[in-house]
């Protein structure tokens, strides 16, 4: 791998990263922020919520708007953009005076993040080929599933150590970094069958089905379905999703061509890919509420408890990369889940009267975890990681290969 294809495979992995990054590292210091921040408009619940809500909605909504971006305008230049505002909104996340404009910074990140994800996928298939390109897909996968997991941890670290705004400044050092590799050694490539003509109105019905969907599912849990705003958010939601596939298919310019779906492998992917990493965030997010709201753990020993499961999934995922690029993805996109699922179904037997662990960095004695934490929460956490390990790299690859 020349030093460019390096430089370039850091930027990618580094972009994507810092997003997954955030959208997890929050969980564990939202009853601090909480505490910090008093809302004058919303319940402390509710304010909490959409700390971590908002993030994740503006970045889904986005993120078919923000790929399109990337192929039309040039996936270097978007790249660059997104590390930007990325950076600058990560900056005004850690110094928030108010939780409404922690809310507000939240959102706009998102908004930044989405630019990240879908181009530094771009950027490595335009820069990599053959075992090479599988390898670096395994690499990216595995940095984003891994820094996920280890969102928990890092914020919970920070928050035991610092403060809550140190989970978004930390940011900072790491997007400058990627900034720098971005600027010197990516090179500008741009979807050469791209239409002149970007489909804004394609843009806007998409940002409608999935923020109206995303919000109403929200905001109604937060209100228990009481007064209208759910509703009428969920049915403009449901219009904007029925309209979208008719306006492609009227479309001379579609935002999304529809012909991608007649691939099985390309519909699959995406079904697989929803379904996956759907599991993942529920699963470390119930946890998270689990572990610190019902056993007793503080943010840092919580992060703590998914780290093994980790470690297999950061060092080996690149390998089932290469593996599948050569092999092809089916079997490792068939076993992986399965594993997955196991893990999942011992997470269904741990009580509620295991051991609680208070880490505390300063405190040596409070480095090991509990007993009850080898049997309750170690063979979960080591079967979702290698689940994960096995098929992320493989799902990757087959879905910007379809």
């Given at each position: ?46 304010a ?22 990337n192929?039309y ?5 978007m790249?660059a ?7 600058v ?8 005076p ?6 507000a910074?939240?959102?706009?990140q998102?908004a ?16 990599f080929?053959g075992?090479e ?8 996968a595995?940095?984003?599933?891994g ?19 140190a ?16 600027v ?10 791209a ?62 061509p ?23 965030y ?15 753990f503080n ?19 690149s390998?089932?990369?290469?593996l599948a690029?050569r ?26 009267t295991t ?10 004695s ?20 290698i ?16």
């Open positions: 791998m020349t030093t460019q294809k390096r430089w370039t495979l850091i930027a990618a992995v580094l972009g994507s990263g810092i997003v997954f990054l955030d959208s997890t590292v929050v969980n564990v210091a939202l009853p601090r922020i909480g505490a910090d921040l008093r809302s004058g408009l919303l319940g402390p619940l509710a909490e919520s959409f700390v971590y809500y908002g993030y994740l909605l503006s970045l889904s909504s986005l993120l078919i708007l923000a790929g399109a971006l192929d305008y040039g996936r270097r230049r790249f953009f997104g590390l930007v505002g990325f950076g909104t990560s900056l005004l996340c850690g110094l928030a108010s939780i409404e404009l922690l809310i910074f939240r959102v706009l998102g930044a993040g989405a630019l990240l994800v879908p181009g530094s996928l771009a950027i490595i298939t335009a820069s080929e075992e390109q599988g390898r670096a897909f395994g690499l990216w595995g940095a984003s599933a820094t996920t997991i280890l969102g928990p941890f890092v914020g919970g670290l920070l928050v035991e150590s610092v403060s809550w705004r989970a978004f400044l930390i940011n900072v050092p790491f997007v400058l970094l990627a900034l720098y590799a971005t010197r050694h990516v090179a500008e490539s741009r979807d050469e069958q239409s002149s003509h970007f489909d804004w109105l394609g843009a806007l019905v998409v940002l409608l089905a999935v923020g109206g969907l995303s919000f109403g599912a929200i905001i109604g849990q937060q209100e228990n379905w009481h007064g209208a705003l759910p509703y009428v958010s969920l049915a403009i939601g449901a219009i904007a999703t029925i309209a979208f596939p008719i306006l492609m298919l009227k479309s001379k310019h579609p935002l999304v529809l012909g991608l779906f007649k691939s099985r492998n390309f519909t699959v992917t995406n079904i697989s890919t929803l379904v996956i990493y759907g599991a993942l529920v699963t470390f997010q119930f946890m998270a509420i689990y572990l610190i709201g019902t056993v007793g943010p840092a020993a919580t992060g703590l408890v998914g780290i093994p499961g980790t470690l297999f999934l950061v060092l080996f995922s390998r089932f990369g290469k690029a092999y092809g993805p089916r079997i490792f996109m068939a076993v992986g889940p399965a594993i997955m699922a196991l893990g999942i179904l011992w997470f269904a037997r741990v009580p509620p051991d609680p662990w208070v880490f505390q960095i300063r405190h040596i409070t480095w090991v975890p509990p007993s009850t934490y080898a049997v309750d929460l170690l063979p979960g956490f080591v079967l979702f990681g689940g994960l390990m096995i098929m992320v790299a493989p799902l990757t690859t087959a879905l910007m290969t379809s």
